[in-house]
């Protein structure tokens, strides 16, 4: 100190060959930062990184406007897998938890038995299901956290979950992580689309890394333009969720002991997070019963015991949706590294499932797939791709902030825009169709 002081005082000049020297230091860092992250995104557009479960039936591909797509290199018929992969990161929605969709911690694997499951459902705790010996749920394999009770598939879920994420985030260990968690229920009420929970494991997972640096260059990748990013927030806007957002902020810094993940829990950094989760996060939905029915389905009978357990299944579809209406999944969301690149199409050659009835997804042909072809699902639902091609491109600039120019929206482009008198005339349809 009494050096630098004894520089400065005799030296005048010296203070101003410092501050240039500083300030050519910083212009140098930024260029080798700049410099990186677009190796990084080159490296990413030549195939360079490696991705989880890739088969050499598919390719990544600069699109140009879209980014990188997914594109076939061999021949594909209809419901082959493309690949399939575990997500970075997921997590079960706080609501859909709390309403008892019993699920693993970890994988979102169902932890109920079918006849769990369905008397739950039905809210008929005398149901019976037939064939009880093709339920895929494994009792004996279930394990629970000693400190707060919470349960796994299994013990392999358990082990990944201690030493991801739950070791920091055990609310047995962490009381305060229920109040954050109730805290975001009340301000994000069903249908759900994120949860913190998921927000929460990131953070844990940046704080508890082996190889920190390799972690978050992935969920950098997941980033899109800074103009994107600014352009909306899909999962929070507006002044009330600003507010919301600090509020959460603030909560989490309280809540989670923070040693590396400063940038991530930053008013700014966790307005990223949400905006970075609703651009890239899947859906993901896995349920005992559905499984069970695809088993019985492949099952041998007679025509007899077929008749009955298709009326079964009827039966119990009907009952259920008296009850819990569409509500029927285990429910969360998760970021996963290739399913990311996936590109929209409102005439899609392929579809995500989750057969495994866990966070495992994969990518399977509805269609015939030539070499060259670009994969593309569909991020509307069946009902929304009839709809005309203004109404899709509504409600994808609002949710993924983009407009469709697939096949299909360009041989529409004649089409006349939907006035909002006239969407607001066939909402009202809709409505008085339904009361």
């Avoid at 479960?53 to 699109?63: H, Y």
């Avoid at 201690?162 to 968690?181: D, I, N, R, T």
């Avoid at 050659?349 to 070499?371: C, G, K, M, W, Y």
Wanted: proline fraction near 4%; include cysteine; charge should be negative.
């Amino acid at each position: 100190g009494a050096a630098c002081f004894l520089l400065f005082s005799y030296f005048p000049k010296f203070s101003s060959i410092l501050l240039k020297f500083q300030l050519l230091c910083s212009v140098w860092e930024i260029f080798i930062l700049s410099y990186y992250w677009r190796a990084c995104r080159l490296n990413e557009q030549n195939h360079l990184k490696p991705f989880p479960n890739m088969t050499g039936g598919f390719e990544l591909r600069e699109t140009g406007s879209k980014g990188v797509g997914v594109f076939a290199a061999k021949p594909f018929a209809e419901n082959d897998v493309i690949f399939e992969e575990t997500p970075i990161v997921s997590a079960q929605f706080c609501w859909n938890e709390a309403y008892g969709y019993y699920a693993c911690h970890h994988c979102l694997k169902p932890m109920e038995s079918v006849e769990e499951n369905v008397r739950r459902l039905t809210a008929n705790a005398s149901v019976v299901v037939p064939f009880p010996e093709l339920c895929v749920t494994a009792k004996s394999n279930q394990v629970f956290c000693e400190s707060c009770g919470v349960g796994f598939c299994s013990e392999g879920c358990k082990t990944l979950a201690e030493q991801q994420y739950h070791s920091l985030l055990c609310p047995g260990k962490l009381p305060a992580m229920v109040h954050l968690v109730e805290t975001w229920k009340r301000m994000h009420y069903p249908p759900e689309t994120t949860s913190i929970s998921l927000i929460a494991r990131i953070i844990a997972m940046v704080e508890t890394a082996a190889d920190r640096e390799s972690l978050v260059q992935s969920l950098m990748s997941f980033s899109h333009e800074a103009t994107d990013e600014s352009s909306g927030l899909c999962l929070l806007q507006g002044k009330d969720d600003e507010d919301k957002i600090k509020t959460l902020q603030a909560l989490i810094q309280e809540t989670i002991p923070i040693n590396h993940a400063q940038s991530f829990v930053s008013e700014e950094g966790l307005r990223s997070l949400f905006a970075l989760i609703g651009r890239n996060g899947q859906g993901i939905g896995t349920s005992v019963f559905s499984e069970w029915v695809k088993f019985v389905e492949k099952k041998e009978m007679s025509t007899e015991e077929r008749d009955s357990v298709d009326s079964f299944i009827d039966t119990a579809y009907a009952n259920m949706n008296e009850h819990v209406g569409s509500f029927l999944n285990c429910e969360g969301s998760g970021l996963y590294k290739l399913q990311r690149c996936v590109n929209h199409s409102c005439e899609p050659n392929a579809r995500i499932n989750f057969p495994r009835s866990d966070h495992t997804l994969v990518l399977e042909a509805t269609r015939p797939i030539a070499p060259g072809d670009e994969i593309c699902i569909s991020y509307l639902d069946e009902c929304m791709l009839e709809r005309s091609r203004h109404t899709r491109n509504k409600t994808l600039k609002e949710f993924y902030l983009f407009e469709c120019k697939c096949d299909k929206c360009i041989a529409q482009s004649d089409q006349p825009d939907v006035t909002s008198e006239e969407e607001s005339d066939e909402d009202d349809d809709d409505q008085d169709m339904e009361s």
